[in-house]
């Protein structure tokens, strides 16, 4: 009974949603549960709105084995990562580490042809617990077929598979199809129909009630803090808050935020490949959060960009975000879209459509990211969640989010790629910062110079 009381059965109908026109994108018998994104697709637990996710929940039966065969995508990044009952992540394996079939190639590793038709490749699912944790958010040194995906509960197992930011006019997908599953019983291979029904495939989905979001009235409460301002937690200038274990999480609200907890597990199914960083915003401060700092650099592939090169992160975003009660995402930037100035720097306003300000529009080299009309969907019109994504950093760039291990040095480590910030109104976003003119062949370095110089907080660069 206690089991009961602590787990919740949530039974996601998907035989009626396939059905349905209302919820768009491909699914299988397999990847039951998906596509997860921004709207108009599923949108739960922090989906990156440039990203799309499938999830399936199975059983292996005893003595069998288990295997994925499908094409990488032409996209930034695809993964599979396994996860437990309480949605902390297990073990990721994403693109980069995966040797392609006979004959095939990687379009994920440095120097190789991203358009390259022949992208095969086929890995093994064990029900076994990973015995050596590979790095999380930074690139491995060592490649493999395997991912660890030990059941939990009613003997369940959870993989997500991930497509960041598929080459223009290729999405949801990448261009291809999803991972087909193979599965190898009794001297007998099953696939498509066969396969999933010896999976148990459209099996309940067996996860706590906190794997998604806080419930809506303990979130209330979290948000209501006895002896706090009304603004709490949110803060101006804007306090950064890297993600750590679900109470630092939690601590966010209640002032109680453990630093030493273990990194990027405290999240609703987040990626283990992303470390993040996020605050709480408030529009009682002003109507607009204006944030500046430098763009870690990243390979160009949305344009269908024919060679793969490295370079400092795979991929980094902002989002706007919903609260923790109901882990909606409003809206994300990814890097290739954000306009940088002359040295490599980036301006963004956010705030809500009937806030936005005249000037920020990528011609002007002012980005705008919208937070939702309904505020934090739960009660509050004025708050919002931004987060920062930064993903598989390399060794050699020691600004990355990945490289803080605590709270406190935060800036310290990240230095100008830290987002300083400060709330203000439309009209005065529209006169700190100018539009250039059209002759300009580059965007000049806007600055915000006059708010430095007015505001300590901003720490001028």
């Avoid at 699914?27 to 922090?46: E, T």
């Avoid at 954000?338 to 936005?356: H, L, M, N, Q």
């Avoid at 990945?402 to 005065?428: C, H, W």
């Amino acid at each position: 009974m206690k089991k009961l009381t602590a787990i919740f059965l949530l039974i996601f109908t998907y035989q009626s949603i396939q059905a349905s026109a209302n919820i768009p994108g491909p699914r299988d018998c397999f990847w039951l549960r998906g596509p997860v994104s921004g709207d108009p697709y599923i949108n739960v637990a922090y989906p990156d709105s440039n990203v799309f996710y499938w999830a399936a929940a199975f059983t292996m039966p005893e003595g069998s084995r288990m295997y994925f065969e499908g094409e990488f995508p032409y996209a930034r990044y695809m993964s599979v990562i396994s996860y437990d009952n309480r949605g902390r992540p297990l073990e990721s394996l994403a693109d980069y580490l995966i040797q392609p079939s006979n004959g095939a190639s990687n379009p994920y590793m440095d120097g190789n042809n991203r358009l390259d038709d022949n992208r095969g490749y086929k890995i093994e699912v064990l029900n076994k617990t990973p015995a050596v944790k590979r790095e999380t958010g930074r690139v491995a040194k060592t490649s493999s077929n395997i991912i660890h995906a030990p059941e939990h509960g009613p003997q369940q197992q959870i993989i997500v598979y991930r497509i960041y930011l598929p080459d223009t006019g290729t999405a949801p997908l990448g261009g291809v199809g999803l991972p087909e599953v193979i599965l190898e019983k009794d001297g007998k291979t099953l696939r498509g129909k066969d396969a999933c029904k010896a999976l148990n495939s459209s099996q309940d989905l067996a996860i706590t009630v906190d794997a998604l979001g806080i419930p809506p009235i303990k979130y209330r409460e979290l948000a209501s803090q006895p002896d706090k301002p009304m603004t709490w937690p949110a803060q101006n200038p804007p306090e950064w808050y890297i993600q750590l274990d679900r109470q630092s999480l939690i601590g966010i609200y209640t002032g109680e935020f453990n630093n030493n907890a273990p990194r990027s597990t405290g999240g609703f199914f987040p990626n283990l490949d992303n470390h993040y960083l996020r605050t709480i915003v408030n529009r009682k401060y002003g109507k607009v959060l204006l944030i500046k700092a430098k763009a870690p650099r990243t390979p160009k592939t949305f344009s269908g960009n024919s060679i793969y090169e490295d370079n400092e992160l795979r991929y980094w975003s902002i989002c706007s975000n919903q609260s923790f009660g109901n882990t909606r995402v409003n809206d994300c930037l990814f890097d290739e879209e954000i306009p940088v100035d002359a040295d490599g720097y980036f301006t963004i306003a956010i705030s809500k459509a009937e806030d936005r300000p005249r000037n920020a529009i990528r011609e002007c080299g002012l980005a705008w990211l919208p937070i939702a009309d309904d505020g934090d969907g739960v009660f509050d019109d004025d708050v919002a969640i931004v987060q920062f994504r930064h993903m598989l950093a390399q060794d050699d760039f020691p600004h990355s989010i990945q490289s803080v291990e605590n709270q406190a040095d935060t800036k310290k480590i990240m230095r100008e790629y830290f987002p300083r910030g400060r709330y203000l109104m439309p009209n005065q976003v529209e006169s700190f910062v100018p539009c250039p003119i059209k002759e300009e062949a580059t965007i000049p370095n806007i600055g915000i110079e006059y708010i430095e110089e007015e505001l300590e907080e901003w720490e001028p660069l």
